[in-house]
């Protein structure tokens, strides 16, 4: 017969786990993935192993306290799950926690979903509701030898989890060595590292939250390993069709701060629109990447899983932690012999480029306010209070467009978010500024001959916040006519490749998931962006090829560093570049794209979390198409690794 004493704590155990896992459930489909995890034991034991406490001690406010502290830990990583996926689209991480330092900076109150939060203090009010009910009814009493039993009671628990988890290891190493990629894992925990390294999202549905966060920890933190996987090296690359078809031209990059394509028309931003057409425009161009990645990926063609660190002292001259990189495949690096190098960007250092930027091979590095601004302000923070693009070119424009042969990179800043009153009402002193400028009655008049038939019917809220930003792009367009009057004034327009691409979807305030027409979470619609390669001959060269000057291809930013260095016949070896030039494409899908910030891959027709399978698949690609994009994943997973190790190698911080 079960003794009173240890019923009770049954009963508070049972509540207790039971809204635990309830609580996980309820967080899992809100980001739309299956509700229980596929092998939810490794989930289960540490609940259990958590949990154990009630089992033991006997004591009403013990237990009272220590289930409300634990329930709460798992309220709040629901909202903060919740939140950071309306937000990014993709479940919070703990490998964020390096990158702290970033967030504080971007964060604001306008991220937060008030519900969501009440929907957790709800959760915990009624979860105390229940203890105090089922105490009023079953209140504790004494019993004596009670610690004995309920400590066997525990362990046995424990034990009885510890033991499915083991198995359950045991089966996930017995399936993974189908797949070349884990053939060489030694047991479970090395399969599921390897999941939770480069494909976080899979490991999140396969293995848990608890099960991935703890694998991060292991990985990031501890000695976790993963599978020692090889891939074969490529052979060099040297000439294609269009191969050296630029040579010893000039290149300009721009990359857009949050560069969507549909932005740019000819009725708002003339300018880009004229660059756009006048060279090949990748049509269907996607990426989902933090500014930062997407602007290493610009110049590097590579980023890695692993991340770099980015953790410093804004108000130090130097990071806390001296990053050291040292590798050889960058563009600046390679150009750097015959071209003036150089890297624009009106912000303080951000992202650590004070100290990145060099070390990846730019010669010159112009951001800081003392060097580029034109009034004495301390600075702009995250709240719309930004140097115009405009007024910004016109301090840098002379050291951008060099008398020497150049490579100038541009990560552009007007168009970053918030596009709505924030904090300090900054926004809405720009909103003002943009009608005085014109932006916004020419946004105004010309909405519906632009957009009305392209975007969803708009509430008076998104409208807004969507004027905001293509007002902001009229102002970066007038930047870009004053650095191409620039170029066709020292004779270089000619002879100078613009490569322009945008960094991510408009994310602040879930922008283009407001105005774009999806078909499912997974869509990649949400993630499509700007990217085209503007130069007259060669416009004329593709014309000639395809009768058209529209790439119809599927691209990301991972292509550009390798058809810069194609365009200019320059020799390379593609070991370390994730996707090739656009000019060996050998299939449509060639340029498949992996998103270091969803850990996902995707083309325009489809989503897949963990290579394999489709979290998405569009009703109009076919089976060989699917067979196709499956092969690709394959071979791209192990050129993950191969950059991932290549980073590790050449990567390291000093104190």
């Known amino acids: 017969m079960i003794k009173r004493g240890i019923l009770k704590n049954l009963e508070v155990y049972g509540l207790t786990l039971f809204a635990v896992i309830l609580i996980n459930i309820i967080s899992r489909g809100f980001l739309y993935i299956n509700l229980i995890p596929t092998y939810f034991t490794i989930d289960l034991f540490f609940y259990t192993l958590l949990l154990s406490p009630l089992l033991f001690l006997n004591n009403k406010i013990f237990n009272y306290i220590y289930s409300n502290i634990v329930l709460f830990i798992f309220v709040a990583l629901f909202i903060l799950n919740k939140t950071y996926y309306d937000n990014l689209d993709t479940p919070f991480y703990i490998q964020i926690l390096q990158f702290l330092g970033e967030a504080k900076e971007v964060v604001s109150a306008h991220y937060i979903n008030w519900w969501v939060i009440l929907t957790g203090i709800g959760y915990m009010l009624v979860f105390n509701a229940l203890n105090i009910l089922i105490d009023h009814f079953f209140p504790y009493n004494k019993a004596k030898g009670y610690l004995l039993r309920g400590l066997i009671l525990a362990l046995t628990s424990v034990a009885i989890s510890s033991t499915g988890t083991m198995i359950t290891k045991a089966v996930i190493y017995r399936k993974s060595q189908n797949i070349d990629v884990l053939k060489e894992a030694k ?154 190098t150089s890297f624009f960007h009106d912000g303080e250092g951000l992202y650590a480029r004070n100290n990145l930027m060099g070390q990846f091979g730019f010669e010159h590095y112009l ?51 918030p596009y709505i009153d924030e904090r300090n009402d900054e926004v809405t002193k720009r909103d003002q500024l943009f009608e005085e400028m014109g932006y916004g009655p020419k946004f105004d008049s010309k909405y519906n001959e632009v957009y009305g038939s392209t975007l969803k019917e708009l509430d008076a809220e998104t409208y807004k916040e969507f004027k905001h930003l293509i007002c902001a792009f009229m102002n970066l367009d007038e930047a870009v006519g004053k650095i191409i009057d620039k170029l066709k004034e020292k004779g270089k327009f000619d002879t100078t490749l613009f ?72 020799e390379y070896d593609d070991s370390l570049y994730f996707s090739p030039s656009i000019f060996r494409f050998n299939t449509k899908f060639d340029g498949i794209f992996y998103s270091n910030e969803l850990n996902a891959f995707m083309t325009n027709h489809t989503y897949s979390s963990d290579s394999f399978t489709f979290d998405y698949k569009d009703q109009i690609v076919t089976e060989k198409d699917l067979e196709t994009i499956l092969n690709l994943q394959g071979l791209r997973l192990t050129k993950l690794i191969a950059i991932n190790n290549y980073y590790k190698n050449h990567m390291n911080y000093v104190e």
């Open 499 to 570: 490569v322009v691409y945008g960094d991510h979807e408009a994310y602040y305030q879930k922008l283009s998931k407001n105005i774009t027409v999806l078909k499912s979470n997974f869509d990649p619609e949400l993630y499509k962006t700007t990217l085209f390669f503007s130069n007259p001959k060669l416009k004329e060269v593709f014309y000639s090829h395809t009768n058209t000057n529209t790439f119809d291809y599927f691209t990301s930013p991972y292509v550009i560093v390798p058809t810069i260095l194609d365009l200019l016949g320059i």
């Open 187 to 340: 047991n479970g925990d090395e399969v599921i590292n390897f999941f939770t390294k480069y494909l976080k999202l899979s490991s999140y549905k396969n293995y848990g939250m608890v099960g991935c966060y703890l694998s991060e920890y292991s990985i990031y933190w501890g000695n976790g390993v993963t599978p020692d996987y090889n891939p074969d090296k490529p052979n060099p690359i040297v000439e294609s069709d269009y191969n050296g078809i630029l040579e010893g031209y000039n290149i300009f990059t721009i990359m857009i701060e949050t560069g969507i394509d549909i932005a740019i028309t000819n009725e708002f931003t003339p300018n880009l629109y004229y660059l756009m057409n006048n060279g090949i425009n990748c049509k269907y161009n996607y990426t989902k990447n933090k500014t930062s990645v997407s602007e290493i990926i610009g110049f590097t063609g590579s980023y890695p899983t692993d991340g770099i660190n980015y953790n410093y002292d804004r108000s130090a001259s130097d990071s806390i932690y001296k990053l050291k990189i040292d590798i050889e495949n960058t563009l600046p690096k390679i150009l750097n012999e015959t071209y003036k």
């Open 367 to 417: 951001y800081e306010y003392n060097q580029v601004h034109s009034y004495g302000s301390p600075g702009w923070d995250f709240d719309g209070s930004y140097e115009l693009d405009s007024d910004y070119v016109d301090i840098v424009l002379d050291r951008m467009v060099s008398s020497d042969r150049f490579y100038t990179f541009w990560t552009t800043l007007s168009t970053h978010g």
